[in-house]
């Protein structure tokens, strides 16, 4: 058995490395700040504890209802919006916290892993987040993320969902101190964030499976990502709206 | 929170008064006074005092107010941009960009607007700084693009795109052009070119007198156009932020001590209502990653 880490980078590559579901690589990462840094996992435990006590009930869109249409700029200034990504296929979209966010890291990666098989059922994979340009190009990059990243300024699009909080001044104060600077990241006073969510649409814009994460040290597994999908191809096809296209022919096979 | 939340929020803090902003969003009062109140047990505090029948702000709905409006103004804005695409509406982008500053530098965010927004009507304005602001004031464009203007009226926002340097810009004919490095003392006797369509041209100038240089007699130009073909024709020395292109036939060069540098930056009028098109062009600029633009 090698050394417990010593760091919270070595903690996620650790985590990173194990040859384990999400769940437990996120729970090992999560093991090790609670060791490290008690306080940090401290004022995470009461942030959930205050969300989980004001959103009792489900929040952000629901399973059956459409998901709001967003018009998003990717790391490359390119406009992105749901109805194109839909043009092909079911899409799989992702609402992440920030580039920052060692969480959201450890999902994101393990999408990336499965994104071929994504790509096999048909659909394509956004992720969504405060941050600016500036800072999902270099993160694409050094996690080798084979989809685009999209800016949501001013969490306007997260607000529509729902699914924004109050960071509070507990946490702004610890992010200061570990250089967590959400102000530079997301190009305005950065006091909100998003939950961290996944939702899977169909091709009529209705929302398959979803899962929001008030616990945001909690993520979807990605299988449960993949057999959303195969539930969806297995299923009998709905007649999408608007014009047909050739990939509908994969869809219905 | 909640969209509605925050809506109601917005509606008391405009109105101070539950009972108006109630009937403004079409909603019971007990509705409209459980969401603030959910509100404020997700932000740790009261946003308003109550006085009946009047609603004063806290310092923390004061605090709150810029920072929520900006965000459903965001929602807001995704929601209506949405619509509009549905219904095939034509949106129309009206933008004043100081004479200083390249178009060129806006024009692909404005080709995938127009790429992902069926039809937009585009109107630049051009102008100096005071002129953009006249454009902002008047409403002739919905945002600007400029440097320096933010003191000019207390009601612009202003975002930062980018920090650029200016270098010193003189024709490959010029006696200088064969000098390997120019000190201060070499451009005593040069007479230069000012750009009275750039807000740093005071502050450049005042930069050369205070070097000992020659501000007094000099040339003045009121566009990069009529700059560069002065300079073509070796009239002057001139000085050009590093986004403004100039062609080969001139020297770019950097003067140790004479260093000045602009910060351009978006503009919008606060509290005044966008276009979603609008709201949508600002966030794109505000997205981009002008680093890598620039380079």
Not at chain 1, 21 to 46: C, F, G, M, N
Not at chain 1, 242 to 251: H, I, L, N, P
Not at chain 2, 139 to 157: K, N, V
Not at chain 2, 257 to 267: A, H, S
Request: glycine share 8%; hydrophobic share 45%.
């Amino acid at each position: 058995m090698s050394e417990p880490p010593r760091t919270l980078g070595e903690a996620l590559t650790e985590a990173e490395k194990r040859n384990a579901s999400l769940s437990a690589r996120l729970a090992s990462y999560r093991q090790s700040t609670v060791r490290l840094r008690p306080d940090i996992a401290k004022l995470y435990d009461e942030l959930v504890a205050r969300l989980n006590m004001i959103d009792a009930g489900e929040v952000g869109p629901k399973v059956g209802e459409p998901l709001p249409p967003f018009h998003l700029p990717d790391q490359n200034g390119g406009l992105v919006s749901l109805a194109a990504l839909l043009r092909t296929g079911p899409a799989v979209v992702s609402i992440n916290r920030g580039h920052w966010c060692p969480y959201c890291k450890l999902e994101l990666r393990s999408l990336a892993a499965i994104h071929d098989e994504i790509r096999a059922l048909g659909a394509r994979v956004v992720s969504i987040m405060p941050d600016t340009a500036s800072f999902t190009g270099g993160y694409i990059s050094a996690n080798a993320l084979p989809f685009p990243v999209l800016s949501d300024i001013d969490l306007g699009y997260s607000l529509l969902l729902g699914l924004i909080f109050w960071v509070g001044p507990d946490v702004e104060r610890l992010y200061q101190e570990v250089g967590v600077d959400l102000e530079r990241y997301q190009g305005n006073q950065g006091h909100f964030l998003p939950m961290a969510a996944k939702f899977i649409v169909g091709q009529d814009g209705l929302i398959k499976a979803r899962q929001v994460n008030i616990e945001f040290r909690e993520r979807m597994e990605p299988e449960a990502v993949l057999a959303a999908l195969r539930a969806l191809r297995g299923a009998p096809a709905q007649p999408p709206r608007g014009k047909s296209d050739d990939s509908r022919g994969a869809w219905n096979r | 929170m909640e969209m509605h939340q925050v809506r109601y929020f917005l509606a008391v803090a405009r109105t101070l008064n539950f009972t108006k902003a109630a009937e403004e969003c079409h909603v019971a009062q007990p509705s409209l006074t459980r969401a603030i109140k959910l509100l404020e047990g997700e932000l740790g505090g009261d946003l308003f005092r109550r006085e009946r029948p009047r609603a004063m702000l806290t310092p923390l709905g004061e605090r709150m107010y810029p920072l929520l409006k900006q965000c459903y103004d965001s929602a807001q804005s995704a929601r209506a941009l949405a619509a509009m695409i549905n219904e095939g509406e034509v949106g129309v982008l009206k933008i004043a960009v100081s004479s200083s500053i390249e178009l060129s530098l806006i024009v692909n965010e404005v080709n995938e607007l127009r790429r992902s927004i069926t039809e937009i009507d585009l109107k630049i304005l051009r102008g100096t700084g005071a002129q953009i602001v006249g454009y902002l004031k008047s409403g002739e464009a919905e945002m600007a693009i400029g440097t320096s203007i933010g003191a000019a009226w207390d009601r612009l926002d202003s975002w930062t795109l980018f920090d650029e340097a200016f270098d010193m810009v003189f024709s490959r004919a010029h006696r200088l052009a064969s000098q390997e490095a120019i000190a201060l003392d070499d451009l005593k006797p040069e007479r230069f070119l000012l750009r009275n369509h750039c807000e740093r041209c005071a502050d450049l100038a005042k930069l050369l007198a205070d070097n000992g240089l020659n501000a007094d007699h000099r040339h003045e130009v009121s566009s990069d156009q009529d700059l560069l073909a002065l300079l073509d024709a070796n009239i002057g020395i001139g000085f050009l932020p590093r986004t403004v292109t100039a062609p080969p036939s001139l020297v770019r060069t950097a003067v140790p001590g004479l260093k000045i540098e602009r910060t351009v930056c978006l503009y919008g009028v606060a509290g005044r209502q966008r276009t979603p098109v609008a709201t949508t062009f600002m966030k794109m600029l505000r997205a981009a990653k002008w680093s890598s633009k620039l380079a």
